[in-house]
């Protein structure tokens, strides 16, 4: 065989373009980091020239959010509690259903119904959130206005209701893997001790699932605070400081929405007013995904509780 | 573990304590547990039986809007003879230039990460990172693309800078669903093709990617399916609401068809809310090709592998 | 080819532990011992597959013509050219025909044979499947059976015209009538090629080789002619195997 050309051939360099190809490649996972640089530094660099002129005080303390006015006030709170609101209704709608949904995909559903109910009911966070929106502002509300005195045409309510849907499908999902990851152990105990399917369901399997559920919802709760088009459209640009569900109010990504509408030039202070709100909506959402991912990264690796 | 146990042994003589003594045949405990059942399975049905009703309103308010001049139109002050052209083409650029930008980026990141990058503290940072950016909301995205490529960048509202937010929106999915594509291939082709005397970027250009590009593929239109619907990012960067001409280059203004819907919504007069409707039809209309075409390519493609 | 001192890790596992052993040109060598004991491992350390695994490591030489293949300036990829391999389980390309399966070797090493269809029918002769396939080459590799596709795999490093052919266990995964082809086909390579093939099959062994190596526990315990390690063994422990009363 041809062993005079192997003492030429072993020694052949490695190729150069494997060793640019690499680089290339590399720079592409390199960007996904510079994306999350590019968002930080952003988000700081135009939060910074809002801060030098308005205080983090009065950013935190005033109870009055009027960028938009002659008498600026810059207190972030009307925005905030818009935001809650709307996230505490969508959780109220979305941590029964999503919890009961769970409970009969793992529990009661045989393994082919349950593979089909799954992805039907992944289609509720597939929706576009502008159509979710629509719905909320021309269906939901005026069905609610029937029951609900003095609800505005636009409101907390309907928006909340309908993020509450949209977040479903994360919360039933998250919670069912949590609830799968209970030890068959637990839930034979109960059954040994006479306990019912009920019993070892409420008894066992859902306190020793809770951290899961929680961080379940968690992460539910960071989906509606982020969530943008369903506020913006159904629940008015009014800030405001309130509990009502009944009233118009604005939420932080429904103001960023507002002012991206209007034609603000760049550089002033109310282009950079959306800066100090994606900041805040940005750390936020950080620090509830991240508190959510470590929780079910503790639960995977075992001890459930 | 002890914690775990201690507390079922509570729950468990609770459970106990609250049974009666003898009694071995019982109907009222199975009617309980069956009308529990019900309520979970309702827990399900009902959102879903809710969405089926909203998408049914919405589709009998669009009806007297949908036809072929819809489709056609510029749009207009008079609600009925407003059309979604500019919207469709808009988001048929926008939806082409996202993926010239995500498919070689994200499938670039997903070999390095699976083929060539060592497990260690740098990987493991990309990775976080990575999912960390799924759960970044999608106006933050608009954010970043204001500052960086409509200003910094000087690409203005256009077109191109739209497609580079959602194609950087879109990043971490394809990412993802790349990896998942590449695992599939077995390590033994692999080790056949290194065995034969190919170096790595061989083994992927003959053997791996012609695997794996239908998973690729599949996962890429998915993720397109859904950027279609975005709306946030690009208001935020400034996508025009009303736009009664066609993009002509990549660095036209643009509308799409959700900025356009999101606009006829926002109209306190109900005739554009039926515009709306029937804009929400074609756009969910979209979506379901797109889906539906995921799953087309899939299969066809999966037949050019010979198992 | 000449393995000296032969050390293999997978991470903190120690696999091989100074394996020494001089392999003769064009006849076959088989190696046996009981799973586990590094049959494998050493085979990959033959054309640098080894490294391919995550965190695995190798120490010692292997001398090919005279060079060391893990000498400072070589290129693995290029070993692995000119030292084929043949796998446990049948792995042709899927997405690849008969014909673009055997001549991938080629393409992968950018050499574009100014006869392919030669080349096509020449490895597939030598493997035995010319007569069974040469009617079908545009077919997929995968549509072949078992035993076909393992000829397929044999032909695809043939290609390549290698110095020495590895054969890991080619035979596992067979049933015995298409086994029986495979090692007719390995004695009529041996005058070519220099063979090396694992089997954890002491018949299959004792049938087609010339020489067999022993293994025991990352170490090789007795290597010399097939008929005397059959035969009479030296060593307690290749009694013990050979005559089944362990692995
Ligand atoms: N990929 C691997 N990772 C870690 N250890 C391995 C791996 N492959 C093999 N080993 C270990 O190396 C030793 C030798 O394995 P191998 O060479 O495959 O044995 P054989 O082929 O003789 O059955 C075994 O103890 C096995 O557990
Ligand atoms: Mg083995």
Redesign the pocket.
């Known amino acids: 065989m041809p062993s005079q050309n192997v003492a030429l051939s072993l020694h052949a360099p490695r190729a150069r373009s494997e060793r640019v190809i690499a680089r290339v490649l590399q720079a592409c996972g390199w960007l996904s980091v510079l994306t999350t640089a590019g968002i930080v530094a952003v988000l700081l660099f135009e939060a910074l020239g809002f801060f030098r002129e308005v205080s983090v005080i009065d950013f935190l303390t005033d109870t009055e959010w009027t960028p938009l006015f002659a008498d600026k006030h810059f207190g972030i709170w009307p925005l905030l509690s818009g935001t809650l609101l709307t996230t505490i209704i969508a959780i109220a709608v979305a941590l029964p259903l999503g919890l009961l949904a769970a409970i009969y995909l793992s529990e009661f559903a045989r393994p082919r119904v349950a593979g089909v109910l799954k992805p039907v009911l992944e289609m509720l966070a597939g929706v576009p959130t502008v159509v979710y929106g629509y719905f909320a502002l021309t269906l939901v509300t005026p069905a609610l206005q029937r029951f609900v005195p003095g609800l505005s045409g636009f409101n907390a309510l309907s928006p909340g209701i309908v993020m509450g849907i949209m977040i479903l499908p994360i919360i039933a999902s998250l919670s069912e893997d949590a609830i799968t990851a209970v030890p068959a152990s637990l839930r034979e105990g109960a059954y040994a001790l006479g306990g019912t399917k009920l019993g070892a369901v409420f008894r066992v399997v859902l306190p020793s699932a809770s951290s899961g559920i929680i961080a379940a919802v968690i992460l539910g709760v960071s989906r509606a605070i982020g969530e943008t088009m369903i506020v913006a459209i159904a629940a008015g640009q009014q800030p405001r400081l309130t509990a009502d569900p009944r009233v118009p109010l604005e939420t932080m990504t429904a103001y960023i929405v507002q002012v991206s509408l209007g034609d603000t030039p760049t550089g002033t202070l109310e282009y950079r007013t959306i800066f100090a709100v994606g900041l805040s909506l940005f750390v936020m959402t950080l620090l509830l995904n991240a508190v959510s991912h470590r929780m079910r990264a503790r639960i995977l690796k075992g001890g459930a509780l | 573990m002890t914690s775990v146990s201690a507390e079922a042994d509570t729950a468990a003589l609770a459970m106990r304590a609250s049974q009666p003594p003898v009694e071995l045949v019982s109907g009222s405990n199975g009617g309980v547990e069956r009308a529990f059942r019900a309520i979970c399975l309702l827990a399900i049905l009902l959102p879903l039986m809710l969405l089926v009703l909203l998408f049914g309103g919405a589709l009998i308010e669009a009806i007297p809007r949908l036809s072929w001049d819809f489709l056609t139109s510029y749009p207009s002050r008079r609600a009925a003879a407003a059309g979604i052209l500019p919207a469709l083409v808009g988001s048929a650029g926008l939806m082409l230039l996202t993926a010239v930008m995500a498919i070689p980026v994200g499938l670039g990141a997903a070999i390095y990460l699976e083929e060539y990058a060592k497990p260690g503290k740098v990987t493991a940072l990309i990775e976080l990172n990575i999912s960390n950016l799924a759960g970044v909301p999608s106006i933050i995205y608009g954010l970043l693309g204001l500052e960086v490529f409509v200003r910094v960048l000087n690409l203005g509202r256009s077109l191109i800078a739209g497609a580079a937010t959602l194609a950087l929106l879109l990043l971490p999915m394809v990412i993802m669903a790349s990896r998942e594509a590449l695992r599939t291939v077995p390590r033994s082709l692999r080790e056949a093709c290194f065995a034969l005397g190919a170096d790595r970027w061989q083994t992927l250009r003959q053997v791996v990617l012609p695997m794996c590009m239908p998973g690729v593929l599949t996962g890429v239109i998915l993720s397109l399916a859904r950027a279609i619907g975005e709306t946030a990012p690009l208001i935020t960067i400034g996508a025009l609401t009303y736009v009664a001409f066609l993009p002509d280059s990549i660095d036209s203004p643009f509308t799409a068809l959700p900025i356009q819907i999101f606009n006829w919504v926002s109209r306190p007069q109900p005739e554009f809310h039926i515009n709306a409707a029937a804009g929400i039809v074609v756009l969910l209309a979209l979506m379901l090709m797109m889906n539906g075409a995921a799953i087309w390519l899939r299969t066809r493609l999966r037949r050019r592998i010979y198992w | 080819m000449r393995a000296e001192n032969i050390h293999a890790w ?2 903190p ?1 120690h ?1 091989l532990k100074g394996v020494t052993m001089s392999i003769v040109d064009r006849q076959v060598t088989a190696i046996i ?1 009981p ?8 085979v990959r350390c033959l054309n640098r597959m080894h490294e391919v ?1 995550p965190g695995a490591r190798v120490e010692g030489k292997v001398l090919l013509d005279g060079q060391n293949i893990y000498g400072t300036r070589i290129n693995p990829v290029r070993v692995r050219r000119h030292v084929g391999m043949v796998f446990q389980k049948p792995n042709p390309f899927p997405t690849m025909t008969i014909r673009e399966n055997v001549l991938a070797g080629l393409r992968l090493n950018g050499q574009s044979s100014s006869d392919p269809e030669h080349v096509v029918e020449t490895a597939l002769k030598q493997a035995a499947l010319w007569e069974e396939v040469k009617d079908t080459l545009g077919k997929s590799g995968s549509s072949l059976s078992g035993g076909q596709q393992q000829r397929l795999c044999i032909a695809r490093a043939l290609a390549l015209e290698p110095d020495v052919l590895l054969m890991d266990e080619p035979c596992s995964a067979l049933d015995p009538i298409a086994t029986a082809r495979i090692e007719e086909l390995v004695h009529e390579l041996s005058s070519k090629y220099t063979i090396v093939i ?1 089997t954890h099959n002491m018949q299959q062994a004792a049938r087609v080789a010339d020489f067999t190596a022993f ?1 025991y526990q ?1 170490e090789i315990v007795e290597y010399g002619e097939t008929d005397v390690i059959f035969t009479r063994p030296q060593n307690q422990r290749t009694e013990d195997y050979i005559t089944g009363r362990f692995g």
Do not use: D, L, N, P
Not at chain 3, 35 to 42: A, L, M, P, Q, Y
């Open positions: 997978f991470g596992t696999a011992g799973s586990g004991c590094g049959k494998s491992t050493f695994v694992v293994f990352g």
